[in-house]
């Protein structure tokens, strides 16, 4: 069997008789080191016993990193809003404070949204009509959520309210009188 026999740190420490696993009784904090030293590194010394009585010590030094706990920040908080011309599919490039990879999330016209999960672009995958709103309200207040994820799973959603507007889509009229028809003779 295996033991938790000594070390500055062994109260810290659990160890699986039967096959060794050696735990944390509680999930070290980087910013609180709990560990004799307060220095992040942790020392506990183990012991193995065979079936005949004979035991084997040794020292373990386990050294705790600190992790990513912060989300990314995405550049316009935790709303934005902003406006295209209908007929067009780009809507914006989505920045944040560091490398992230981007996603739709949710929102009510999320379906209607497609977003490059490396650069940010967000567009519509068909570009709306004024005239016929596709959005849940049918009012050309279009709602998405994106997401950004960095490497350590930290992520943050920002709520996007796209306005579309009308294009003035009517050829101009002619101020004039007509041409007259060319003459024969």
């Known amino acids: 069997p295996w033991a938790v026999k000594g070390g500055a740190d062994s109260a810290l420490f659990a ?3 039967a096959t060794g696993a050696l735990r944390f009784v509680s999930t070290p904090n980087f910013e609180a080191p709990a560990d004799n030293g307060a220095n992040n590194t942790y020392v506990v010394e183990i012991q193995a016993l065979d079936a005949n ?4 010590v040794q020292t373990i030094t386990v050294t705790v ?3 990513d706990e912060v989300a990314p920040a995405i550049t316009g908080g935790a709303t934005a809003a902003t406006s295209i011309v209908e007929n067009t599919t780009a809507v914006a490039n989505l ?3 560091e490398a992230v990879t981007w996603s739709v ?3 009510a016209d999320s379906a209607l949204f497609a977003i490059d999960p490396a650069t940010g ?4 995958v068909s570009a709306p009509n004024f005239e016929a709103p596709g959005d849940n309200g049918a009012n050309n207040s279009y709602v998405v959520e994106v997401q950004a994820l960095d490497a350590s799973g930290n992520a943050t959603v920002q709520t996007i309210t796209v306005t579309v507007t009308d294009a003035d889509e009517v050829a101009p009229a002619n101020p004039g009188r007509a ?4 003459s024969l003779l």
């Open 53 to 56: 009585g004979n035991a084997s």
């Open 121 to 124: 672009a967000l567009r519509f």
């Open 105 to 107: 999330k949710g929102g």
């Open 95 to 97: 920045t944040a404070n």
């Open 65 to 67: 990193t600190d992790a």
């Open 15 to 17: 160890i699986d008789p």
């Open 179 to 182: 041409p007259a028809a060319p």
